[in-house]
């Protein structure tokens, strides 16, 4: 159990890391990598959305959606995406009113993004995956544990090597967005090189 | 039959936790906001298109709350919005005039002439690099390829006879094409001004007479005409202080190169 628990953060994390390899959540993964501090607190503010908005909706998805075990005894899977956005919608206005109260510096920083997680796919993506692939609860909250932890890892790495880029002679027609887009395919490459790691 | 009843009762429920989670936390995490921020925010259209340069209406609300923006910073709500949001801060809305954008060149295919014939790409930003910057012989002339009128969010700007023309009822003064110029000819000028000088021209005498018909060659003719000190003469053309000027249009009528607008 332990060991299957840590394959699946590892998995998540570095293998088929969220952002890097699966293209999901890119729009804050792009958005909000100006300055390290704003990208941590975007990682940690979608490692918490993820982590909860998993344990509701497997909750959810295994006493109404699935067949076998819903008190309805009847397949209404086909629910799942519109359940789940409504969750996780609500998670995010959550977290925003109590960023809002208790730490308006960050709540400020991450500016139009934060209630844009409720699009963030890479949430939704994780609760479906969740719902659909995992039948045990413990091991599909390390695999939403792994992701989250996976997209703030790259969110940090790449607002990192942006802040070092800011220094650089950059060619006038790259400065920007296209310089980010280049590093994040470089990235990408570079975490590929996880998927000979072999766990498992 | 049974299934479409209990997917929409699930659904209903759902929301309704939701609902009611959300309005018990709305109240425990409650922030006192500045009343005139709210008051200031019912004002604003609300379609955050980042217009007046904040990052939305929220952001352009405290703003204003703080006195950091004018009350007619809105460049969609124009004057109607403009006004209610004086009545709020108790700013007198009359104080601050409408401006619009004018472009400061009047070198149409006609009155200006060309040192050579340019077939690139169509767009100021390249045609300015260009050598005697584009093919006007004024270095300091519109070059009419448009880059501002791509910049205008509002339909505003349009290519009239080679020169930018301004539509001075639909700009709202969000300074987009200001930005886009590469030559920097266009500035704001108060609404309904009817005599602006119409050259950037920074030339003098024959170098400028010979670039177009209609540049400001720098005599002084205007200055020396004006009763209240409104026109300079500075860096070889000729710049209006829109606040000292009272519109008589005596320096339109001593012009001798007929560059002030009537």
Sequence with gaps: ?200 | MNIIISSVVLLAIIALIIGIFLGISSEIFKVEVDEKILKVRECLPGNNCGGCGYAGCDALAEAIAKGEAAVNQCPVGGAPVAAKISEVMGVDAGTSTKMVAFVRCNGTCVNANKSYEYTGVKDCRIAASLPNAGEKACRNACLGYGTCVAACKFDAISIVDGVAKVDEEKCVACKACINACPMKVIELVPYGKKHKVECSNKDKGKVAMDACKVSCIACGMCERTCSVGAIKVTNGIAIMDYEKCNDCGACAEKCPRKCITK
């Design chain 1, 1 to 200: 159990m332990v060991a299957e628990i840590i394959v699946a953060i590892i998995t998540a994390a570095l293998i088929s890391n969220v952002v890097l390899s699966r293209f999901l959540g890119i729009c804050a993964f792009l958005g909000v990598s100006n300055k390290v501090e704003t990208a941590k607190g975007m990682g940690v503010a979608v490692i918490f959305v993820i982590l909860l908005a998993t344990a509701v909706t497997f909750g959810i998805n295994y006493l109404f959606l699935e067949e076998k075990t819903s008190i309805f005894h009847l397949d209404l899977t086909y629910l799942q995406t519109i359940a789940f956005i409504l969750v996780i919608a609500c998670l995010v206005q959550f977290l925003e009113m109590f960023l809002k109260r208790y730490i308006p510096s960050l709540y400020k920083a991450l500016g139009i993004y934060l209630p844009l997680i409720t699009t963030n796919c890479a949430v939704l993506g994780v609760a479906l995956t969740v719902a659909q692939d995992y039948s045990n609860f413990i091991i599909g909250m390390a695999y939403a544990l792994g992701t989250s932890g996976g997209f703030c890892i790259s969110i940090v790495l790449l607002a990192s090597i942006r802040e070092k880029l800011e220094n650089n002679d950059i060619p006038e027609s790259f400065k920007g967005k296209p310089i980010v887009l280049i590093m994040a395919c470089l990235m990408a490459i570079a975490f590929t090189g996880f998927s000979n790691l072999n766990i498992g």
